[in-house]
Structure formats: structure tokens, C-alpha cells
């Protein structure tokens, strides 16, 4: 074990100082280049409500630069705090409470060591690769160790952009809040195969997959040129030739229903199936050891999340309200419908279950929240709950997988959910915010231009893209680890329980 991590930390040190030799010859980006987070229908031309903007090209040389808001500025620092909070402890929390006794530690420590290593690869180059002009899958070297968030002409910070034309924030906040995001994502996984799968493969797993796939995809989905680079219809079709694939196709995704969720179930999936089940899965007991700490964990979950969702408007604003209370509605609906599905089911409603229903919400709204009303915003928590009972239940039943923590059956299934009634509850027939005025009148889109049915297709288009990049990269990622490696602790190691075997402690005194 000790070699394996001391192969590891050498392997990551390698990467760093090669990535910063890479960032002393690679070539300047554009003076216009920025790193945006967004989702709008290029087709319409127009970028969404939905959509939230860093560092977009300055429209006017010559106009005096923005200033950042201070209390947009608070508010961004105050929700990337939120999302940490979700994620250590909330997220650690809610699965430990999951597993048995035994394996109570290791996955406190899968959570957090997981986090903490891929915010590092986040501030390396992930934050370049995801949110700088590059091509239409990754993004550049141009952020590469984060290098230019000093402006040394200006003698201050960079600034991002909002989704509002003039209104910036600095780009150190921004890279901060997705660096977060990064982080939960990869630590989402490990959930699937918990309490049978080596430290040391877990880490070189989330290395490769935060690479290949969490990367680009946030560039795919997010990554636009800003708000302020559509100055008028003649540059449009050239401003959206410059982002990321998903953008282009026009997917919406407010705060990461196919970035976060969709990509981690298929990943956790496919792990699954690659490690194995667990020795005695449908034969022994494997009942959660603390359904007291799950409570609090997604107790957590739900408090942190309201940083994750209405944090994504990138500025203390209406759609950041909007994004807030639509959060709050859809997370309650499920848990409701998670306990009256459990009773016509089972005659009973269970703590498990209302837990399980209030996370199962959260993902359902996410890529929602800041473009669906609340009237939709309630009809996709309620279904959520049916769907994430049914997605750990039959679903789970029919693939066969020991997803131990069902993070597909939750993530998978109600980010998929989500990410398509978005597509629906979007439109401003339904309630829905539809395009933003700021950019309506610069590209001449109206309200009358949506389309169900073709925002739903693209919607879908976007989820399949998901599955089958995260899928294979995921597959590719695990069969290395594998083979460098090993997937699986021994038998001997799994049934003394990973607490001892692989961190030499316990979780409690016994």
C-alpha cells in the first residue's frame, strides 16, 4: 500500500511539474478568450436565463472595465462554502451512515481525500482545460496553474463575467465555486463501490476520470464566450462557434445535472461492474450501521445545496432566488413522494427513504433551478421521488450491479429525469423564465421561438453524449487501475472490513 500511494504522489508530482513546463511554452490564448459556465440554445442564438458567465470579452476597448459587486462577491464566496459543506461533511456523512460499522472510516476517507485531490487537479488544470477557449471537447493551457487571475497590466484580479452583460465577479471566486464542483463530483462516485475497492485505485481512478471526462464535459456543457462577446447579431454564429460542444447543441444545465450527476452515476456504475459484488451481496446482511448519521448527512446535503444550485446564477440576484426556492420546493416534493411511494409499496414509509427522496429531488432540480418555474419545479421533485424509488429498487434489480450506495439509481436516474423535464419546464408556456431580455435584444430571439419538443431532444442528445463519454472513459479508466494496479482489496482484507485493512483504525471504540 505504502508503495503504491508513494508511486502515486510521484506519479502526481511528475504531472505537476510537466504541466508547468507546458505552461511556460504554451501559446497566449485570445485576447478575447473566457472561461464561461453556461447552457442556452445556440440554436435560437441566444444565450439562456439559465446560463452563468465568467471572463467574457470586453465589447468596448476603450469603456471603462467593470467592477465587481461586492455583495455578488460575498454571495459566490458564501456558496462555495456551501457546496464544501456538502460535501465534507454532508456528502461523507450520508454515505458512512450507509455502510456497515466496519467500513465506516473508509468511506469518510474515500470522500474527503478524493475531494481534496481533485480541487489540487482543479487548480492545476482542470479549471483550464473546463472554462478557457480552446476547441469545442477541452479547453486550452491558458489558466494552467492558474496563471493571469493577476492581471499585471491592471495591477488587480481578473474578473468573470455573470450572466449579465457588465457585471463581473473575480475570477478567483469563480474558479473557487467550480472547483467544488469538481470535487463532490468525483467523491459522488465512490459511493458505487464502496467497502470493497483498494485506496490507492480509488485515487489513480479519479485522477484519469477527472481528466478525461469531468473536464470536458463542464467545457462541452458550460463553456461560452460571456455575455458581453454577443455586441450584436453579425457576431453571434462566431461567438457560439467558440464554445463547448453541448453549448453549441443548445443543452441546458443551470448547476450540473449531466456535469455532476449523470457523469458520476455512469462512472459509479461501471465501477460496479467492474469491481464486483461484494462477498455475501444478497446473502448476508449488509444493513446501514447509522441511519441517525444519514439524516445528518443529507440534512447537510439539502442546506449545502442551496449554495450548488442558486450559487450557479453567479450573482445575488432574481434567478438566484428563483433558483433558491426551486431548490427548496422540489427537494420537499420528493421527499413526499418517496414516502408515499414506500408505503403503497411496503405499507410503511421509512427514515431511509425520506432521506433517499430529499437527495433524490436535489439532483432532479439541479440542471433545472434557475430555468424552470415553480409550479415545474414541484412537478419534477415529486416525480423524482417515484423515480429514484423505482431507479433502487427494479432498476437496480435489472442491472445487476451491487451499486452499494445506489448512485445510480439516484443520480443516474433523477439526473436524467431533470435533464430532460428541463427541456419542458423551460418553456414560458409552463412557467418557465425562457431566454434572457439582455440578449433577446441584441439577437433579435423572443420568447414565441421555443420549442418543446426541440428542447427536449436536445436535452436528450446532451444525456446520451454524457453516458456514453463518461461510460467509456470510465471503463478505459478502471481496466488501467486495474492492470497497474488491482481493483480489489483481498477477501480476507474485505471481511476484516477496510477501516483496518487499508487505514489501520476504526470508527468507533469497541
Not at 445528518?296 to 433558491?324: I, P, R
Not at 420528493?334 to 431511509?352: D, F, N, P
Request: aromatic share 10%.
Amino acid at each position: 500500500m505504502k508503495k503504491l500511494l508513494v508511486s502515486l504522489a510521484l506519479g502526481l508530482g511528475l504531472l505537476t511539474a510537466g504541466s508547468f513546463a507546458l505552461a511556460q511554452t504554451a501559446a497566449p490564448a485570445a485576447a478575447t478568450a473566457s472561461e464561461t459556465k453556461a447552457a442556452a440554445p445556440a440554436d435560437a442564438a441566444a444565450p439562456a436565463a439559465e446560463a452563468a458567465a465568467a471572463s467574457a470579452p470586453a465589447a468596448d476597448a476603450s469603456a471603462p472595465a467593470a467592477v465587481p459587486n461586492k455583495g455578488d462577491t460575498a454571495w459566490m464566496m458564501v456558496s462555495t462554502l456551501l457546496v464544501i459543506l456538502m460535501t465534507v461533511p454532508g456528502l461523507a456523512l450520508f454515505y458512512g451512515g450507509l455502510v456497515r460499522s466496519k467500513n465506516m472510516l473508509s468511506v469518510l476517507m474515500q470522500v474527503m481525500v478524493t475531494f481534496s485531490l481533485i480541487v489540487v487537479l482543479w487548480f492545476i488544470y482542470g479549471y483550464s482545460l473546463a472554462f478557457t477557449e480552446g476547441g469545442a471537447f477541452f479547453g486550452g493551457w491558458d489558466r494552467l496553474f492558474m496563471k493571469g487571475i493577476w492581471d499585471n497590466a491592471a495591477g488587480t484580479f481578473a474578473n468573470a463575467a455573470t450572466f449579465s452583460k457588465g457585471v463581473v465577479i473575480p475570477e478567483i471566486v469563480f474558479a473557487a465555486f467550480q472547483a467544488t464542483f469538481a470535487g463532490i463530483t468525483g467523491a459522488l462516485i465512490v459511493g458505487a463501490f464502496a467497502e470493497r475497492m483498494k485506496f490507492s485505485a480509488v485515487l489513480a481512478f479519479m485522477v484519469l476520470w477527472f481528466t478525461f471526462s469531468y473536464a470536458p464535459i463542464a467545457h462541452m456543457v458550460w463553456f461560452w464566450m460571456g455575455p458581453d462577446a454577443y455586441t450584436g447579431k453579425e457576431v453571434v454564429d462566431a461567438m457560439n462557434g467558440k464554445a463547448g460542444y453541448l453549448w453549441q447543441m443548445g443543452a441546458l444545465d443551470f448547476a450540473g445535472g449531466t456535469v455532476v450527476h449523470i457523469n458520476a452515476a455512469v462512472a459509479g456504475l461501471v465501477g460496479a461492474f467492474m469491481v464486483g459484488k461484494r462477498i455475501g451481496y444478497g446473502k448476508e446482511a449488509m444493513a446501514p450501521h447509522s441511519l441517525t448519521l444519514t439524516m445528518v448527512g443529507a440534512s447537510l446535503l439539502w442546506v449545502g445545496w442551496f449554495g450548488f444550485n442558486a450559487g450557479s446564477a453567479l450573482e445575488a440576484n432574481g434567478f438566484a432566488a428563483l433558483a433558491f426556492i426551486n431548490t427548496f420546493g422540489a427537494t420537499a416534493a420528493a421527499v413526499l413522494a418517496w414516502c408515499v411511494g414506500e408505503t403503497l409499496m411496503r405499507g410503511k414509509a421509512s427514515m431511509l427513504g425520506a432521506a433517499s427522496g430529499a437527495v433524490a429531488g436535489l439532483v432532479a432540480i439541479t440542471p433545472a433551478a434557475g430555468n424552470v418555474g415553480i409550479g415545474g419545479a414541484l412537478v419534477i421533485g415529486f416525480l423524482s421521488g417515484f423515480a429514484g424509488l423505482w431507479g433502487v429498487n427494479g432498476l437496480k434489480k435489472l442491472l445487476g450491479a451491487d451499486d452499494t450506495l445506489d448512485v445510480f439509481g439516484v443520480h443516474g436516474v433523477c439526473g436524467i429525469l431533470g435533464a430532460i423535464l428541463t427541456g419542458v419546464f423551460n418553456s414560458p408556456s409552463l412557467g418557465g423564465p425562457g431566454y434572457v431580455a439582455d440578449w433577446v435584444t441584441a439577437t433579435g430571439v423572443t420568447a414565441g421561438d421555443f420549442s418543446i419538443a426541440a428542447q427536449v431532444w436536445t436535452q436528450t442528445k446532451a444525456v446520451l453524449i454524457t453516458v456514453i463519454w463518461s461510460g467509456v472513459v470510465s471503463l478505459v479508466s478502471f481496466k488501467l487501475v486495474d492492470l497497474v494496479i488491482g481493483l480489489r482489496v483481498t477477501e480476507e482484507e474485505e471481511r476484516e472490513g477496510l477501516d483496518i485493512s487499508s487505514h489501520g483504525e476504526t470508527a468507533y471504540n469497541r
